[in-house]
């Protein structure tokens, strides 16, 4: 068989739970500033799940619907690969679970990837590797990432979220992987983990963590450019090199300043001609070191003041689901890429240059490229098939803070509780939704799906 052509992402599906917690409410009751959530963090909503929802549940209402959307039959699929961080089984995988949409085919290869916000596109890199290597027979793959991020009341409780992302990968798609453009950065790390297998909460260290992401920004961005340059001498990669730029979203600020980063990451790559062209106020900043800059605010406020522009167009639309849903981990930068294909015309998508860079704690991250096809037709399919997401955002119910807090309560009290039923109602879920039945006393889970 031929090498394929064109490897990519074809169709794309996303889910989130029907229910939200503003965040504006939810600073009113934890008692803090007003703003601290909304404009310090950049949230607005953040979604969760009752009892009635777990990853696996995530993971089969968006393959289902993934399928159903885009008329895939199982028959069609040979390989299918899960990110997530949220362990329900230290043996089992969540793939083995999502089989039982596949029927009779149970040549399917693949199996869930894990750490912490990277497995997602670990997932992806391997369903890609597929498509491209000898062992492929011509059959598609599919990519869920999916996640329930929740952590112990305090500080970092409004970073919350969740969801799940799946994506159809294959030759001639509409959104093309860029072939050998990929720069990837790991390194020994506790910044963010989790040790406690009783619990679903993370250990974090804030600091560190926003200091890890941000030299794992740097890392990539920089052997990125080396390499694109390596392969195109004549081409220099910057800031508009490119129509998009996504990110791993923790919270909607990070993700601005980690745009303005990189501004600082081409000033200092640029040469003393290149230089003369910013602002005279870098001019001030000629002698510092990157690496000194994490947390230095007079470094952030220049970028962030020169980079404002450049973030509503290149960034900013892709932060739509993040702002409404929070973080999802997993599905996060995904969740970024769905928010660009919904935010403008189809004819406008088309041709564009997108970057991405997924990072997940611990460390794992990587930055690489995807061109949007100049085939209109594809792009507009592609697009159409994301005209529910929007509706869906609104038709979810605003629950009280209050509400929210108990619901995590319970949730924690019944961590891996047997035998156990839940107690969330089935009505209040959206329709075509895979939700929990009960587990039984030796831990094993059954599921149902909601009605379309």
Request: charged share 25%.
């Amino acid at each position: 068989m031929s090498r394929p052509a064109g490897v990519g992402i074809i169709a794309i599906e996303a889910y989130f739970p029907s229910q939200f917690v503003d965040q504006t409410e939810l600073e009113q009751f934890d008692g803090v500033s007003a703003g601290k959530y909304t404009v310090g963090l950049g949230q607005a909503r953040m979604g969760f799940c009752t009892d009635r929802e777990d990853v696996n549940s995530l993971c089969l209402t968006a393959v289902q619907r993934l399928m159903e959307r885009n008329s895939i039959g199982a028959e069609q699929i040979g390989r299918l690969e899960v990110g997530t961080e949220t362990i329900l089984d230290k043996s089992k995988s969540v793939k083995t679970v999502l089989m039982q949409l596949f029927g009779d085919n149970t040549d399917i290869e693949g199996i869930d990837t894990t750490n912490a916000c990277y497995g997602g596109t670990a997932a992806l890199f391997n369903a890609l590797s597929w498509v491209e290597s000898s062992a492929w027979d011509g059959r598609l793959a599919i990519v869920v990432a999916a996640d329930i991020a929740v952590y112990a009341t305090g500080s970092a409780r409004p970073t919350g979220g969740a969801g799940a992302m799946a994506m159809l990968v294959g030759p001639n798609a509409p959104l093309v992987i860029e072939s050998g453009l990929r720069a990837s950065y790991m390194k020994h790390a506790y910044d963010f983990y989790k040790p406690d297998l009783n619990s679903e909460y993370p250990v974090v260290d804030g600091k560190l963590s926003i200091q890890c992401y941000l030299s794992a920004l740097d890392h990539c961005y920089q052997l990125y450019c080396k390499k694109a340059q390596k392969a195109n001498p004549e081409s220099k990669v910057q800031l508009n090199t490119f129509d998009a730029f996504l990110f791993h979203s923790p919270y909607c600020k990070l993700v601005q300043k980690s745009l303005a980063r990189l501004l600082l990451n081409d000033y200092f790559l640029a040469s003393d001609e290149e230089k003369s062209k910013f602002p005279e106020a870098f001019n001030s900043i000629k002698n510092v070191k990157m690496e000194e800059t994490y947390f230095d605010r007079d470094v952030e406020r220049l970028v962030l003041d020169n980079s404002k522009q450049l973030f509503e167009e290149k960034t900013k639309p892709s932060l739509f689901l993040a702002n409404q849903i929070g973080n999802m981990y997993t599905p996060s930068l995904y969740g970024g890429l769905v928010s660009l294909l919904i935010s403008r015309e189809a004819s406008k998508l088309a041709g564009n240059r997108v970057a991405l860079f997924s990072y997940g704690s611990g460390l794992a991250s990587s930055m690489y490229s995807l061109k949007i096809s100049t085939d209109l037709a594809p792009v507009q399919k592609l697009v159409d098939s994301l005209n529910h997401v929007k509706p869906t955002l609104e038709a979810r119910r605003k629950i009280a803070p209050e509400e929210f807090a108990a619901t995590l309560d319970a949730k924690e009290k019944n961590h891996h509780k047997v035998p156990y039923v839940p107690e969330g109602s089935v009505e209040t879920l959206f329709p075509g939704t895979w939700y929990l039945v009960d587990v039984d006393d030796k831990y094993r889970r059954s599921y149902k799906r909601k009605p379309l």
